[in-house]
């Protein structure tokens, strides 16, 4: 067959372009994905070295937030009467565990209120604890009561949180009771040997409470599964929802949990 009659071969050039275009598009692909992480990096760096501007109010609404806390304070010093709350707290009839909820207070402002949230281990919101019902844990209530909820939990409330939300301290750190036996390591020396064991010192209030209470780290808890259905600036028994609840916290406990 004549050369003239031959059909001119373009594949091998069609081929290199195709190869030559797919490159240039990896690389280009690389080139957009580097500069996108490249652009994340630099604006996580400026966020975190960026200094927010604050205004000269905010200073003064801080002061002003903790000259009305402490005089609050001062004044419900004043009125408690610790007589009464101690023949209250010895009264046979009145619940000897209290279950006690941080709600409020993002920013604590006085330091007598951060204080105590320090000491009763409340320093975050939705942090909670189980305290005695003593004249001096009912005083503390009454200074920091703006910021918590509490009551007297139930038996099955009791079980539902150390089941659902307890942690254990161990050499200093949270760690998950993942067993009787780490239960048993802890406190086998005061006769608390599983988590029923727990449940029954905290329920009854017993005499190795205080140790069961500092093996236990705070709860945790979430915000109520349906929002706060009433002002949390006013207390419950106005209406509000701040402030001692009785039995009414079983309730609040399961929406929280």
Known sequence: MSDKYAVPNKLPGKTVSVLKHRKRRILQDESVVTQKRNDRIKKRTATKNHHKFRRAESFVMGYLKAERTAKRIKQTILRTNV???????????????????????????????????RTLRMGSRHNAVFLENTKENQLLLRVIEPFVVYGNPSLSSIRELV???????????????????????????????????????????????????????????????????????????????????????NELIARCL
Not at 84 to 99: I, M, T, V, Y
Not at 186 to 214: M, R
Not at 232 to 249: F, H, L, P, Q, T
């Open 83 to 117: 007589t009464e709350q101690s023949a209250k707290s010895a009264d046979d009839s009145n619940p000897k565990l209290l279950f006690v909820m941080r709600h409020a207070g993002k920013k604590i402002f006085d330091k007598t209120t951060a204080e105590i949230f």
């Open 163 to 249: 089941f659902k939300k307890g942690f254990a301290r161990i050499d200093g750190k949270k760690t998950a009771i993942q067993s009787n036996t780490m239960v048993e390591e802890q406190l086998g020396a005061k006769g608390v040997i599983c988590l029923e064991d727990i449940i029954h010192e905290i329920c009854t209030v017993g005499p190795n409470f205080s140790a069961v209470n500092e093996f236990l780290c705070a709860f945790t808890l979430s915000s109520p599964s349906n929002g706060w259905q009433k002002k949390v600036s006013v207390s419950y028994k106005r209406g509000g929802e701040y402030g001692d609840r009785g039995n009414a916290i």
